[in-house]
């Protein structure tokens, strides 16, 4: 599918403003990356096919839905683009000492993105970077705060842990690859630069649409406040496994599978289909956040985006995919209810 005209219009002039060596580069990754999800074809589940393109209303470029409000609202975007250099600029005193940044770890994080991720996720970590077109999932749009694989509540922003563990392991199933063979320090330091993006576009991001509600010129140092509040580690809830694993057993999986299939429970079956084969009644029925399609995962094929051990399907059951139709279960099921629905899961895919 081709993406709108105006749209289509506004990603080229993005792709011309980058230096001819620069998008080079880009583009010979790019072709790299296009190959990547036919070579794993195999593995693609939970997946559209046709999805491709920038065809998103609510994933609209930021210069563009920035120009409809300057109409609106005139100033926003020098206010915007002021108040984002002082504010999350890289000179910013307010940032370095606001405790939820690590300074020293930015300009290496830059410089590994841009190596490793931006032909994927963009310079401005909006996710349409060249190859961004051709892959489905979409690269993730770090500019709105919400990240799907984490071990916080709804209302946190993730962990460093839990990026750390996403750039490390890679997404399976999808195109995003596993950072392994790139060192840990310079992982960290990843981690630090998609925070900081994803900071930052939060806070144009809102400032745009505060002006846009309001119809006046928003309050950055309010905005700016909020955001920083939501990255601070301090403020992020985290989701433990509240008891250790309990035995993997046949009747473990039973109670799991009674509670997969349960409308009072876990209700899994609805979007996953009673055999957990990604069928249920409602999985056409839903998008994401980003406003692209998604299916519920087909279990039994045992590719599990946030890892296949204990730890990891728990934490997933228990904190939900967030921006996601899969939310958490974390209170509706007890600790034991949640280890019984991964040993069933597990099941699913054991031969
Ligand atoms: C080949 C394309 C590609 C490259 C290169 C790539 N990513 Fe991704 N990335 C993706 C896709 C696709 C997703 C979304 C998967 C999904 O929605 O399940 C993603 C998602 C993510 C997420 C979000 C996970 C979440 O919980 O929502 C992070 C963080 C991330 N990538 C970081 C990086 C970093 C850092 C690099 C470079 C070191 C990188 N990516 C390189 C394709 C890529
Ligand atoms: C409202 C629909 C819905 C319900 C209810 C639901 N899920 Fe999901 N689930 C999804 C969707 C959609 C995905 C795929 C998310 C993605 O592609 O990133 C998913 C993905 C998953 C995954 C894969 C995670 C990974 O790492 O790749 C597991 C495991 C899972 N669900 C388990 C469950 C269990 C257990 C329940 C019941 C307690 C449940 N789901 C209830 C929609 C749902």
């Known amino acids: 599918m081709q993406a709108p005209p105006r749209l289509r219009r506004a990603s080229q002039a993005r792709s011309r403003r980058g230096g001819a060596g620069f998008s080079a580069l880009l583009w010979l990754f790019g072709i ?43 100033g926003v975007t020098a206010l915007i683009a002021k108040s984002s250099d002082e504010y999350f600029g890289l000179q910013s005193p307010w940032l370095r000492d606001s405790g939820a940044v690590d300074f020293f770890r930015i300009p290496s994080g830059r410089q590994n ?9 963009a310079a401005t970590g909006d996710g349409g970077g060249p190859a ?13 705060g919400l990240f799907k694989f984490t071990s916080t509540d709804a209302a946190s922003r993730p962990q460093r842990r839990d990026l750390f563990q996403t750039i490390t392991r890679g ?13 840990e320090e310079k992982r960290w330091d990843l981690v630090e630069y998609v925070r900081w993006l994803s900071m930052k576009g939060e806070f144009e991001q809102m400032m745009l649409a505060d002006a846009e509600d309001n119809e006046e010129l928003p309050d950055a140092a309010e905005i700016a406040d909020i955001v920083i509040k939501r990255w601070h580690p301090a ?3 985290t989701i433990y496994p509240g008891i250790p694993e309990t035995a993997y057993d046949q009747a473990s999986i039973d109670r799991g599978r009674a509670l997969f299939n349960d409308s009072n429970k876990g209700s899994c ?7 957990g084969r990604g069928d249920g009644q409602t999985a056409d029925a839903y998008k994401d956040d980003w406003g692209y399609p998604i299916r519920p995962r087909d279990l039994t094929a045992g590719t599990f985006r946030a890892g296949s051990e204990g730890a990891d ?4 059951i228990a904190a939900g995919i967030k921006g996601t139709p899969m939310g958490s279960f974390e209170g509706a099921l007890s600790p034991a209810e949640i280890w019984d629905l991964v040993h069933f899961i597990q099941s699913l895919s054991k031969r």
Request: hydrophobic share 35%.
């Open 32 to 74: 790299a990356v296009v190959a990547l999800p036919f070579l794993r074809e195999r593995d693609n589940i939970g997946s559209y096919e046709g999805d491709f393109g920038r065809t998103s209303e609510k994933d609209v470029p930021f210069a563009d839905a920035q120009a409809a409000v300057e109409e609106l609202v005139p």
């Open 113 to 121: 993105y841009e190596i490793h991720c931006v032909g994927c996720h």
């Open 132 to 144: 961004a077109r051709f892959l489905s999932p979409r690269p993730r749009n770090f500019r709105r």
């Open 171 to 183: 997404l399976a199933g999808s195109s995003m690859p596993e950072f392994r063979l790139v060192n």
């Open 235 to 237: 403020n992020l809830r």
């Open 269 to 275: 079956y609805t979007c996953h289909g009673p055999a």
């Open 313 to 316: 399907l728990y934490r997933t």
